[in-house]
């Protein structure tokens, strides 16, 4: 059966990851993300028809949300320091996804501790918590084009930047690799998170 709210909340979540990297890179010398009209929640200038829309409509009939959205694209040579930028520009999106994940968090704490049994509200929050550290954890897998990738290879030598531009180019083969193998591995790591985040155990 398909449920709207997963969907929902996946969408905004992936939007708002996106316009983190965005601003990291407007602030650390870049103006093409903001240029090109992404420093904005508006869903329209974020959405890809495929990640955003039909990627998770499939994934939650079958019992999990996941897609993304359009990504944030920037001008590495605009940057003040290019090594540093392009760090904190990939970390800059599982960082605003665990940094909402905490805020709910902390709301749910504060809310748990009054209600005797989950409110509606407390499983929205416990969605927006659990979807972004999913986001969070999964963007940190060190495979491009996924934000972990980009936070290992900014410590390679220049010289390996041949390395880099050839691994990016199989980057739909490595997500794929990503979301059906390595994910098996990482997964356990969610609820242990959303435990230590919401004091609540998933099981």
């Known amino acids: 059966m398909l449920t709207i709210l997963p969907i929902v909340i996946l969408i905004f979540s992936v939007i708002f990851h996106e316009v983190s990297h965005g601003f990291m ?11 090109q009209g992404r420093l904005t929640l508006n869903p329209i200038k974020h959405i890809d028809p495929i990640g955003s829309i039909i990627v998770p409509i499939i994934t939650s009939l079958a019992g999990f949300t996941f897609g993304w959205a359009k990504p944030v694209i920037y001008n590495p040579y605009n940057l003040k320091n290019r090594r540093q930028g392009e760090f904190l520009i990939a970390a800059a999106g599982p960082a605003a996804n665990l940094a909402i994940a905490i805020i709910f ?11 005797a049994i989950m409110t509606p509200f407390l499983e929205v929050a416990s969605y927006i918590v659990l979807i972004n550290i999913v986001l969070a954890v999964f963007n940190l897998i060190p495979l491009p084009p996924l934000d ?3 936070l290992f290879l900014a410590f390679l030598p220049t010289q390996y930047g041949r390395l880099r531009f050839t691994l990016e180019r199989f980057g739909p083969i490595f997500v794929l690799l990503a979301v059906f193998f390595l994910w098996q591995i990482v997964s356990p790591v969610v609820p242990w998170v959303f435990q230590i985040f919401t004091g609540v155990n998933l099981f």
């Open 25 to 35: 890179a407007d602030l650390l010398g870049d103006p093409t993300p903001r240029l």
């Open 105 to 115: 968090s902390l709301v749910i704490r504060l809310t748990a501790s009054g209600a």
């Open 148 to 150: 972990g990738s980009k």
